[in-house]
């Protein structure tokens, strides 16, 4: 079973509103990610991290951001939530790519809807 | 077109059915990944692999790099096998080295 946690699982907040989604790993993972998923819809890449004070933009633009201040902890922020931000956002870690095979493990989602 | 394509988008089965979920890429990989997504969002990953054959209980996942195509396996499927099941690939180039390309999913239910 993945140790690696996100909270809330689901949130509902109004239009403009701070939200921040937390998520942690204690697998001692370097990498880790953020995906965006709307229903129905593929994955989509938004942020990943290379380890602590590491971070990069994924394939998908958004306007959250991301921080690394700890190997185990990987939050994004939405400094001002809209609408068009409603979705699942999933956390994964892995090891680095070159030290293993790359096993992707995955939070269970926070689901959020903007009002 | 999609990096990455499955098939078929949506599959319904009766319980005990040998299922087949096809994916087909177009980029150079690494290694590609087999997920399935229950209801609730959670992800688990099923398979990783770069070459050959891998099988874990009643599920079997083949890989043929020179066709770039990948096949997943249920054998004697049951009604908790139904869930999204989603295949994506690892470049093997680039900046973004080690990142995952997603497929769309296939959406399985088998039926009791």
């Known amino acids: 079973e993945a140790d690696i946690y996100q909270t809330p699982r689901y949130l509902v907040i109004g239009t403009g509103k701070k939200i921040t989604l937390e998520c942690s790993q204690t697998?001692?993972?370097?990498?880790m990610y953020w995906y965006q998923q709307d229903p129905g819809m593929e994955l989509h890449l938004i942020h990943y991290?290379?380890?602590?004070?590491?971070?990069e933009k994924g394939d998908l633009s958004s306007e959250s951001t991301v921080s690394r201040i700890r190997t185990e902890h990987f939050p994004l922020t939405l400094e001002s939530a809209r609408p068009s931000h409603t979705s699942q956002y999933l956390c994964?870690?892995?090891?680095?790519?070159?030290?293993?095979?790359?096993?992707?493990?995955f939070g269970e989602g926070s689901r959020l809807t903007v009002l | 077109k999609n990096e990455v394509e499955q098939s078929p988008q949506n599959l319904t089965a009766q319980e005990g059915e040998f299922i087949t979920i096809n994916c087909s890429y177009s980029?150079?990989?690494?290694?590609l990944h087999w997920l399935q997504q229950h209801p609730g969002g959670g992800i688990v990953s099923l398979f990783m692999?770069?070459?050959g054959k891998k099988k874990h209980g009643r599920l079997i996942a083949t890989i043929n790099i020179q066709e770039k195509h990948s096949s997943l396996h249920i054998t004697a499927s049951h009604p908790r096998d139904s869930a999204v099941y989603i295949c994506?690939?690892?470049?093997?180039?680039?900046?973004?080295?080690?990142?995952?390309?997603f497929g769309k999913g296939t959406k399985l239910s088998v039926k009791p």
């Open positions: 991290s290379y380890g602590v004070n590491s971070t």
């Open positions: 980029v150079g990989i690494s290694a």
């Open positions: 994506a690939v690892s470049r093997n180039y680039g900046g973004s080295q080690g990142n995952l390309i």
């Open positions: 697998m001692g993972h370097d990498k």
């Open positions: 994964a870690s892995s090891e680095l790519w070159f030290r293993t095979t790359g096993e992707l493990f």
């Open positions: 692999l770069s070459s």
